[in-house]
């Protein structure tokens, strides 16, 4: 046994004590069977040095147990060189990897040898598996640990105590760098922060695949390290276990394996620890997103919901860089930040921002430079979440480290979002509906402001005031038709010089809009047929019909500037513009018409009124010089009922019938008599509605005098009558004598006899007597001449000294009657005839004054009531002599007079006669 090592490349090492003695031939026996390999022996103390190089040394055998210094047992402890035993019985230390019984040879040892360098006696493999056994055993510590770093540190205490791995660490990635969060307490030498890509551990996260290095020197990627061996096990996406040496070999595929086993157990653990704190960081951040939402739903204005919103993305989301922007014309333009060192715009288009408004979909970056879709405005790296905020904005948190969010950061910024939209909507709503209440109020009061326009052009300056002040079009025009034209007639003050010119009717936008009476909205006119405005800023516009008069439209020089609100607003605008309109050229019309007729009715003739039916009465409104002259009123008469001032009494009803016919549309010409300056005349009139076959409101009337045609009608009618009640005499009351006397004279000339001859005389004398009544009648019925205030009692005296009265006596009781004083004279006569006749010679009759006219009684037999409308006809008589003309006659008097006669049975129980007249 020698002292010193021989210096083979690599080297089996015999170790026995100084005074124990090895086998004959075991050396040499071991140099044969081990190929490559010298053999030597060495006392226990000498064996310190090889281990501690550690590189050359193959193999340890221990013969018969030797006593081996402390700091030689620490070193067989930790080395992985293989240590076998052979002696008589099988040590017990941990250390010895195999075991050779002394009696067996050296190819026996040699083969136990080779079993050892892979890990395959059967000590390694009973210390295997029960390293395994303990392995699963300390992993039930692990998956019960409540935090991730408390399941760090169990996997270190596992590595350390089951695997015996001395130097071990986990570290997880944070943006771009390994951070170690756990460590053996002999690991110091390990840094705690390194970038990922510049590491075995940061590799093995990036391949996520296990690496093992057995010499650290031989490694080019490594730089973490100047020399040793690792092991490097990926877990979670994001952690790694790491077990290192500063020796080189110092793991072998057993360690591997452990390793992966352990990790295995840590990343279950691990994901199940990130699960629940995911599920209580989503239970919070949803808590505190609740009770931050009604700070959202009470936002007053978008302003405030989006200052809001990046607070809470910030307080509650943990985002310490958000931010919103909304999409104006060409540019995003800033609204709410918690970073005011970002930019205010960006281009319509740009990266992240104008994806998420273009698609409407939410995007996770992990680096924008690296990204194809977004982009970074500085060339720095950096993360970025990006949703979609309505219809026009964008929502965004960013960070400089890459890769820095997930899809649970991006479903909560989505969730916040979704209330912020929600509540935007709603701000937006109650904007929308004052808008639309302050549009439809000022509307209404455009409405009436155009209604109180008194001419055209006042007209259209107002519509165009009120489409820059109400509807907000800075600048609009209306066109006119003017023949086969629309011509401008009206342009905003901020209307471009030249934007408007005439235009023919089938031409552009506008011609369109008037052909076709349809409103027109163009969001962009480069990709509108029609549209071909006059100046090239214009972007886009509306157009609207003003009924069939005409055309309104307002453009922009921005693009898609007007939407359905905007079209609609213009819409009942302009209708307020075409009714107004219609109205002045109505009224123009009008006026010219009313000028017209005005004249007209000034110039007729005959007295004309213009009326209006209140509650059915026919109100003046107009009356013509004629009018005046004919009834005598004036200007007192405007306002008032026509029928109170020229309706006589005894045409009320027919008044009230005619009205009736005239408010339901009705023409009506018929005759009638009506109160005048002149008394009662007659007229044919003339009542003409406004609207013929409609309830109306009012018309005209016209009267023309027909009194002179209709006094020489009754005079024709009464000559008529008296002829017919001539003929009548004639062909009856005269054929009766008549044939009585030609009776008698033939009898006297046939018999001689003279006494028929006083027949025949006397006949003659009736017939006299009946020619007498027939001529007084014709004279006595003819019409009244004028008429004056006659005295009763000088009249009838005097008449009734005319009359052969006999011993009849006559009372006068006074009176005045209007009447034709002739005609009334007659009428005395007789009346005091009849009473004669038929009363007797001594017959006393009575004249006297009565409410409403007078009275004529005798006190003769009178007349039964019978017969009292019958003695009235010609050719009646109750007297046996009598030709029953003389009441008849008294009768076309009173007729004559507009007077009433009637026939009751006096005081006396005589005949009384009963005259009204007009006076009464």
């Not at 009548?728 to 009898?747: F, K, M």
């Amino acid at each position: 046994m020698a002292d010193s090592l021989a210096e083979p490349s690599r080297l089996v090492l015999v170790v026995a004590d100084e005074s124990a003695a090895v086998p004959d031939g075991l050396v040499g026996g071991l140099g044969e069977s081990v190929e490559g390999v010298a053999t030597d022996v060495a006392t226990p103390a000498a064996l310190r040095d090889p281990l501690e190089a550690g590189d050359r040394l193959e193999a340890v055998v221990l013969v018969n147990d030797p006593h081996l210094p402390d700091d030689v047992v620490d070193l067989l402890a930790t080395t992985r060189v293989c240590v076998i035993a052979y002696a008589e019985t099988e040590p017990a230390a941990d250390y010895v990897d195999g075991y050779v019984d002394a009696g067996t040879g050296a190819e026996r040892l040699a083969e136990e040898i080779a079993r050892a360098r892979v890990g395959e006696t059967r000590r390694q493999l009973r210390a295997a598996r029960r390293r395994v056994t303990e392995l699963h055993a300390g992993t039930a510590r692990l998956a019960a640990t409540e935090s991730v770093p408390d399941l760090f540190e169990r996997a270190i205490e596992v590595a350390e105590r089951i695997l015996a791995f001395d130097h071990c660490s986990i570290s997880v990635r944070e943006g771009d760098n390994l951070v170690s969060r756990a460590r053996s307490t002999d690991a110091d030498w390990l840094r705690q922060r390194v970038p990922i890509d510049e590491s075995i551990a940061g590799r093995a996260i990036l391949r996520d695949e296990t690496i093992h290095v057995e010499d650290v020197t031989a490694d080019e990627s490594a730089t973490d390290a100047t020399s040793g061996s690792g092991i490097s096990v990926p877990f979670g996406g994001d952690a790694v276990f790491q077990a290192v040496s500063r020796q080189s070999h110092a793991f072998d595929e057993t360690d591997r394996e452990l390793a992966e086993l352990l990790t295995t157990h840590v990343g279950q653990a691990y994901e199940r620890l990130r699960a629940e704190a995911d599920l209580t960081r989503r239970e919070r951040v949803m808590a505190e997103l609740h009770e931050a939402a009604p700070r959202l739903v009470d936002a007053d204005s978008e302003a405030e919901l989006f200052e809001l919103t990046t607070e809470i993305a910030q307080r509650v989301l943990s985002f310490d860089r958000s931010c919103v922007y909304t999409l104006e014309g060409d540019q995003f333009r800033l609204r709410a930040t918690t970073d005011p060192d970002l930019p205010t715009a960006f281009p319509r288009g740009f990266g992240a921002l104008g994806y998420s408004h273009a698609e409407k979909a939410s995007l996770v970056s992990d680096d924008v430079v690296a990204d194809s879709v977004a982009e970074s405005h500085d060339g720095e790296s950096r993360s970025l979440i990006s949703v979609p905020f309505a219809e026009d904005a964008v929502f965004q948190a960013v960070t400089d480290a890459t890769g820095a969010f997930d899809e649970r950061d991006l479903e909560f910024a989505e969730l916040l979002v979704s209330y912020a939209t929600a509540t935007r909507e709603r701000i937006r709503s109650e904007a929308a509906l004052r808008e639309a209440r302050r549009v439809t109020e000022q509307l209404h009061d455009s409405a009436a402001d155009l209604a109180a326009a008194d001419d055209e052009q006042a007209l259209i300056d107002r519509a165009i005031q009120a489409a820059q002040d109400v509807l907000s079009f800075a600048e609009s025009t209306i066109s006119l038709r003017e023949g086969d034209k629309l011509v401008p007639v009206a342009t905003s003050e901020e209307t471009l010089d030249g934007a408007s010119r005439p235009m023919n009717l089938d031409e552009g936008v506008g011609g369109r809009t008037y052909r076709t009476g349809e409103s027109i909205i163009v969001d962009d006119v480069a990709e509108h047929d029609d549209a071909d405005p006059v100046r090239a800023e214009y972007r886009s516009g509306l157009s609207v019909p003003i009924g069939t008069l005409g055309v309104f439209q307002a453009v922009s020089t921005e693009p898609g500037a007007f939407d359905r609100d905007d079209l609609n607003n213009a819409e009942l605008l302009m209708t307020h513009v075409a009714v107004s309109l219609e109205r002045l050229r109505t009224e123009a019309d009008l006026r010219s018409e009313r000028d017209r007729l005005s004249a007209l009715f000034e110039n007729v003739p005959d007295a004309a009124v213009s009326f209006e039916l209140a509650d059915g009465d026919p109100v003046a409104r107009a009356i013509n010089s004629a009018f005046t002259e004919t009834f005598g009123y004036g200007e007192e008469m405007i306002g008032e009922s026509i029928d109170e001032y020229i309706v006589p009494g005894d045409a009320e009803e027919e008044a009230i019938e005619l009205n009736e016919r005239l408010r339901h549309g009705e023409s009506i010409r018929r005759e009638c008599r009506r109160e005048t300056v002149d008394g009662v005349r007659d007229f044919l009139m003339y009542v003409v509605p406004l609207e013929l076959g409609a309830e109306n409101i009012g018309g005209y009337a016209i009267y023309s005098d027909i009194t002179e045609r209709r006094e020489r009608e009754r005079a024709l009618q009464r000559q008529n009558e008296r002829l017919d009640e001539f003929a009548s005499v004639v062909s009856h009351d005269l054929r009766n004598p008549l044939s009585i006397a030609e009776g008698y004279l033939d009898l006297a000339q046939e018999t001689g006899e003279d006494e028929h001859l006083q027949t025949v005389g006397e006949a003659i004398e009736r017939m006299r007597t009946l020619i007498d009544d027939l001529l007084r009648l014709a004279r006595e019925g003819r019409v009244v001449g004028e008429t004056t205030a006659v005295e009763l009692d000088d009249t009838a005296r005097g008449a009734w000294r005319i009359v052969d009265t006999a011993d009849a006596s006559l009372a006068v009781d006074g009176g005045v009657v209007d009447a034709d004083p002739d005609r009334l004279s007659e009428l005395f006569e007789n009346l005091f005839r009849n009473a004669v006749e038929h009363g007797g010679d001594d017959v006393h009759v009575t004249v006297e004054p009565i409410p409403g006219g007078f009275a004529v009684a005798d006190d003769g037999p009178g007349v039964s009531p019978d017969r009292r409308d019958d003695v009235f006809e010609a050719g009646v008589s109750t007297a046996e002599n009598g030709t029953g003309f003389g009441l008849a006659i008294v009768r076309r008097i009173a007729d004559a007079h507009g007077w009433a006669v009637t026939l009751v049975e006096g005081e006396d129980g005589g005949a009384r006669f009963e005259f009204t007249t007009r006076d009464g």
